[in-house]
């Protein structure tokens, strides 16, 4: 093994246990952050127990967890049962590692290791585990593998409301995995590439070069698929806990059951991020390229914004959660089906329509002026778009009859 292919092998290993535990930490304070947004919404104190101002509830729920006795129900597959948590969790924490969130960092070193033998490495290395070519791609295939594991859940635990949990979400995913992917297939037609990174240097490129600005209505639609995805609120019907107890983890305890807890702020996180680098130009600092030049500082810089903006996002992602009642299942499918899958398709209809038209008018122009046409071209479309759902018409779930008036004389017959 040459000294080189050793260095880089020594960079990834130290990247992806410092990006675990990056994840591990920021999804754990994730919670305490929900913790305390929820309770200043309602006007209550909060966590305030466990350190400074409840600084350390997080350690405090995790011993309790690894601490508390496992329950494994008599009656059910006991291999499922304890594979179901892993399946759901090993996407949710792998997935952040394929996303940039910085600007590459220089590094240099070149030292022997006794009898490990030489080591070197010299040049720029991505802020991202894996700065995977199909990064794109991988996300949105790998991210599906988690309702494996609520569908086990739920089957495993020979429960009904644990069943019927992994069967909500089962349908759940197939309902909006199709109108996400199809969300982002705009955003293909203006890079013409599915490497993350590539994306992200697409969207420095001036004024307008947010992808939020010439295709606003896919990200509605990644949002709130985003939101579906990640089973929350309105969209937790796998674990309504008015109609299924706890859903798909009612028989589950200990670690076992924060592993469901874990992976769920995982892919919030996750779609946090995404959107991020989709749609809010990533780690790029808008209107210089003083972040492209390569250094410590500039690595630090664009990972600060790009963390500002991914904090923004989970505040939303809480704040709908907080602020939102619960769909009815029927609701959920009609929004899904009839909604947001009819958009995507129309609209990527007419991105694919108006970006050759808008290439052969500007053709040589700056790429700015292409998004600032398209961005023009998405206002009505999200007027009308938005005028209509306004209505209440389009997600009225199950049929609602008409009941004609009933007279006087007939209600005393």
Same mark, same amino acid.
């Given at each position: 093994?040459?000294?080189?292919?050793?260095?880089?092998?020594?960079?990834?290993?130290?990247?992806?246990?410092?990006?675990?535990?990056?994840?591990?930490?920021?999804?754990?304070?994730?919670?305490?952050?929900?913790?305390?947004?929820?309770?200043?919404?309602?006007?209550?104190?909060?966590?305030?127990?466990?350190?400074?101002?409840?600084?350390?509830?997080?350690?405090?729920?995790?011993?309790?967890?690894?601490?508390?006795?496992?329950?494994?129900?008599?009656?059910?597959?006991?291999?499922?049962?304890?594979?179901?948590?892993?399946?759901?969790?090993?996407?949710?924490?792998?997935?952040?590692?394929?996303?940039?969130?910085?600007?590459?960092?220089?590094?240099?070193?070149?030292?022997?290791?006794? &009898? *490990?033998?030489?080591? =070197? +490495?010299?040049?720029?290395? $991505?802020?991202?585990?894996?700065?995977?070519? @199909?990064? !794109?791609?991988?996300?949105?295939?790998?991210?599906?593998?988690?309702?494996?594991?609520?569908?086990?859940?739920?089957?495993?635990?020979?429960?009904?409301?644990?069943?019927?949990?992994?069967?909500?979400?089962?349908?759940?995913?197939?309902?909006?995995?199709?109108?996400?992917?199809?969300?982002?297939?705009?955003?293909?037609?203006?890079?013409?590439?599915?490497?993350?990174?590539?994306?992200?240097?697409?969207?420095?490129?001036?004024?307008?070069?947010?992808?939020?600005? &010439? *295709?606003?209505?896919? =990200? +509605?639609?990644?949002?709130? $698929?985003?939101?579906?995805?990640?089973?929350? @609120?309105? !969209?937790?019907?796998?674990?309504?806990?008015?109609?299924?107890?706890?859903?798909?983890?009612?028989?589950?305890?200990?670690?076992?059951?924060?592993?469901?807890?874990?992976?769920?702020?995982?892919?919030?996180?996750?779609?946090?991020?995404?959107?991020?680098?989709?749609?809010?130009?990533?780690?790029?600092?808008?209107?210089?390229?003083?972040?492209?030049?390569?250094?410590?500082?500039?690595?630090?810089?664009?990972?600060?914004?790009?963390?500002?903006?991914?904090?923004?996002?989970?505040?939303?992602?809480?704040?709908?959660?907080?602020?939102?009642?619960?769909?009815?299942?029927?609701?959920?499918?009609?929004?899904?089906?009839?909604?947001?899958?009819?958009?995507?398709?129309?609209?990527?209809?007419?991105?694919?329509?108006?970006?050759?038209?808008?290439?052969?008018?500007?053709?040589?122009?700056?790429?700015?002026?292409?998004?600032?046409?398209?961005?023009?071209?998405?206002?009505?479309?999200?007027?009308?778009?938005?005028?209509?759902?306004?209505?209440?018409?389009?997600?009225?779930?199950?049929?609602?009859?008409?009941?004609?008036?009933?007279?006087?004389?007939?209600?005393?017959?």
């Amino acid at each position: 093994m040459t000294p080189d292919l050793k260095g880089f092998l020594l960079v990834t290993i130290v990247k992806l246990l410092i990006s675990f535990l990056f994840v591990l930490v920021v999804v754990a304070y994730t919670t305490l952050l929900e913790r305390w947004l929820c309770a200043w919404m309602q006007d209550r104190l909060g966590p305030n127990r466990a350190g400074p101002r409840g600084i350390l509830q997080p350690v405090a729920d995790g011993i309790k967890n690894i601490l508390k006795e496992e329950m494994i129900p008599g009656s059910s597959n006991k291999l499922l049962f304890v594979v179901a948590p892993a399946v759901a969790l090993f996407p949710a924490m792998a997935l952040p590692m394929v996303i940039a969130w910085g600007a590459p960092l220089p590094v240099h070193f070149d030292f022997t290791l006794g &009898p *490990l033998g030489r080591f =070197a +490495f010299d040049g720029l290395t $991505s802020m991202a585990v894996a700065d995977l070519p @199909v990064g !794109f791609l991988f996300v949105l295939a790998f991210s599906s593998l988690g309702v494996y594991g609520i569908a086990l859940a739920g089957w495993s635990s020979n429960n009904k409301y644990s069943l019927m949990g992994g069967l909500r979400a089962s349908a759940q995913m197939i309902s909006y995995e199709i109108a996400l992917g199809l969300s982002l297939v705009p955003i293909l037609l203006l890079t013409g590439n599915v490497s993350l990174s590539e994306i992200v240097a697409r969207q420095q490129q001036g004024a307008f070069g947010w992808f939020i600005f &010439p *295709l606003a209505l896919s =990200a +509605f639609v990644f949002m709130v $698929s985003s939101l579906a995805e990640t089973n929350r @609120v309105p !969209f937790d019907l796998p674990e309504a806990e008015s109609e299924l107890v706890a859903g798909y983890h009612s028989e589950y305890s200990a670690m076992k059951f924060s592993a469901f807890f874990i992976a769920e702020y995982a892919n919030m996180l996750t779609a946090s991020m995404m959107f991020s680098t989709l749609f809010l130009g990533g780690w790029g600092i808008p209107f210089t390229t003083w972040d492209e030049q390569g250094g410590l500082l500039q690595t630090l810089v664009t990972g600060t914004f790009f963390f500002a903006r991914v904090a923004a996002l989970i505040f939303i992602f809480i704040w709908l959660r907080w602020t939102l009642p619960r769909f009815r299942f029927d609701q959920l499918m009609a929004l899904g089906w009839k909604v947001l899958l009819p958009i995507s398709m129309a609209y990527l209809l007419l991105i694919a329509g108006a970006v050759w038209g808008v290439d052969a008018l500007l053709a040589g122009a700056a790429p700015w002026t292409r998004n600032l046409a398209l961005f023009v071209i998405n206002l009505p479309v999200l007027f009308l778009v938005f005028r209509v759902l306004d209505r209440g018409t389009l997600v009225s779930g199950s049929y609602r009859r008409s009941v004609p008036a009933v007279s006087r004389r007939d209600r005393a017959a």
